[in-house]
Nanobody
Framework: QLQLVESGGGLVQPGGSLRLSCAVIGSTLDYYHIGWFRQTPGLAREGISSISAGGRKTVYGDSVKGRFTISRDNAKNTVYLQMDSLTPEDTAVYSC????????????????????WGQGTQVTVSS
């Protein structure tokens, strides 16, 4: 059973930065695509970034392209989401998730492909 633990959320001013971490416990990153998603009340969950099981490919949603960067540290079995130039519209609960690499392509950020989820971490962008 895979466990994912997010950390790094918090309150930040507009224009600021945060780095979220997703620690993966129970398997190596080599077997799973890892995605970052966010959700605000009343809206559908949005896929914002993903990284392939081998780490060679990264994908970004249009709303975060150029501002967010996904990366991974194999030694720590952890995936990061560096978030820069944050705006109030980025306020949401951010969750990471893992999906088996053979089941879908990393370009497809449909959350139904991801079967293991973290508990989420709140990001609030406000002055």
């Amino acid at each position: 059973q895979l466990q994912l633990v997010e950390s790094g959320g918090g309150l930040v001013q507009p224009g600021g930065s945060l780095r979220l971490s997703c620690a993966v416990i129970g398997s190596t990153l080599d077997y799973y695509h890892i995605g970052w998603f966010r959700q605000t009340p009343g809206l559908a969950r949005e896929g914002i970034s993903s990284i392939s099981a081998g780490g060679r490919k990264t994908v970004y949603g249009d709303s975060v392209k150029g501002r967010f960067t996904i990366s991974r540290d194999n030694a720590k079995n952890t995936v990061y989401l560096q978030m820069d130039s944050l705006t109030p519209e980025d306020t949401a609960v951010y969750s990471c998730a893992a999906g088996p690499q053979g089941a879908f392509t990393v370009d497809d950020m449909n959350p139904t492909h991801y079967i293991f989820w973290g508990q989420g971490t709140q990001v609030t962008v406000s002055s």
